[in-house]
């Protein structure tokens, strides 16, 4: 089932207010920034004012790896990291090359591999599916031959039992008919208007089952609509804070905890005061190749 309207999405949650919710995922895969830097432009967060790549400082990002890396265990989450890669420096995005999400005909999570549009981060997505194979987790590929990346763009909620699509810069819209007749699998679809955000998770978060954080300039209105259909409550993001510090791309594993870069004050405010606690971290160096909290981890089930 495809839902792309505000009025479809009322009513589909209408009727699945009385379904349970589906076993929450519990495991963080990461992997290593040994070969991190910015080495290419596919996004504008690449470049300086110049046109130049920006410099990483190899040393500093190691830190800011590490420092999120002992927030998700201090937060009871268990932990994993693929080895670093030359010539692939943006493999430490680990939520672009693989969806986790739950098989209706297997009754289980299981992992759908992307297809990544650029031709840079394409060799990525082969060191993952041997990782999950090597673990007993069952690993699919697509059919459709078109773009897909990921966690990047489709986020499945567990709480709703829903995939939230976003389709546009990164993502083909077309994959996710894919998505639904082959795993039984409802999506929200949602476009993506914007370059600034490129992929859902820079500009969308699920805060809990109630609430959201939007950027609204991302959606277009009946994108809006849709997700105000979908939630009770819509944080909306300061376009500033998440331009300068990708607070958008913040991340919740448990309902109540919220790991975001530092320096988003009005955004942090907003969290505390619907009760949520911020855990502000530094990923500044991995903001330079246009990533952040959500993009540096993948959420799946182990």
Same mark, same amino acid.
């Given at each position: ?15 699945? =207010? ?15 920034? @040994? ?6 432009? &596919? ?19 190691? #830190?800011?790896?590490?420092? *999120? ?12 990291? &693929? ?8 493999? +430490? ?14 009754? =289980?999570? #299981? ?8 031709? #840079? ?8 599916? =041997?990782?999950? #194979? ?20 489709? &986020? ?5 039992? +829903? ?8 993502? @083909?819209?077309?994959?996710? $008919?894919? *998505?639904?007749?082959?795993? %039984? ?6 476009? *993506? ?5 490129? %992929? ?6 699920? *805060? ?49 905890? +919220?790991?975001? $870069? ?41």
């Amino acid at each position: 089932m495809i839902i792309e309207n505000s009025l479809s999405a009322l009513s589909f949650l209408r009727d699945r =207010r009385s379904v349970p919710s589906l076993p929450s995922f519990d495991s963080i895969l990461m992997a290593s920034p @040994d070969f991190f830097k910015v080495a290419y432009a &596919i996004n504008p967060y690449m470049t300086d004012e110049s046109g130049n790549l920006k410099q990483v400082d190899s040393t500093k990002a190691r #830190e800011q790896w590490e420092g *999120l890396r002992r927030t998700f265990i201090e937060l009871g989450l268990k932990v994993e990291a &693929i080895p670093g890669v030359e010539n692939l420096p943006d493999i +430490v995005f680990t939520a672009n090359q693989t969806f986790p999400f739950w098989n209706a005909n297997s009754h =289980r999570y #299981e992992i759908l591999l992307s297809h990544m549009r650029s031709k #840079e981060r394409s060799p990525e997505v082969s060191f993952f599916k =041997r990782w999950f #194979e090597e673990r007993g987790i069952t690993v699919h590929e697509l059919n459709y031959s078109g773009a897909f990346e990921g966690n990047g763009d489709a &986020i499945f909620s567990p709480a709703h039992g +829903v995939v939230f699509g976003g389709y546009g810069p990164r993502t @083909d819209k077309e994959v996710y $008919q894919e *998505l639904s007749d082959r795993f %039984h699998l409802p999506i929200v679809r949602l476009e *993506l208007r914007s370059k600034d955000f490129y %992929h859902l998770d820079t500009c969308f978060s699920i *805060l809990s089952k109630e609430v959201a954080a939007v950027q609204p300039e991302a959606f277009t209105k009946e994108g809006l609509l849709t997700l105000q259909n979908v939630f009770n409550q819509i944080i909306e993001i300061p376009y500033q804070e998440n331009i300068e510090f990708f607070c958008g791309n913040c991340f919740c594993p448990d309902g109540q905890n +919220v790991i975001l $870069q530092k320096g988003s004050e009005t955004f942090e405010k907003q969290l505390v005061r619907l009760g949520f606690r911020p855990w502000a971290v530094d990923t500044s160096e991995f903001m330079k190749s246009g990533g952040s909290v959500f993009c540096l981890k993948l959420f799946y089930r182990g």
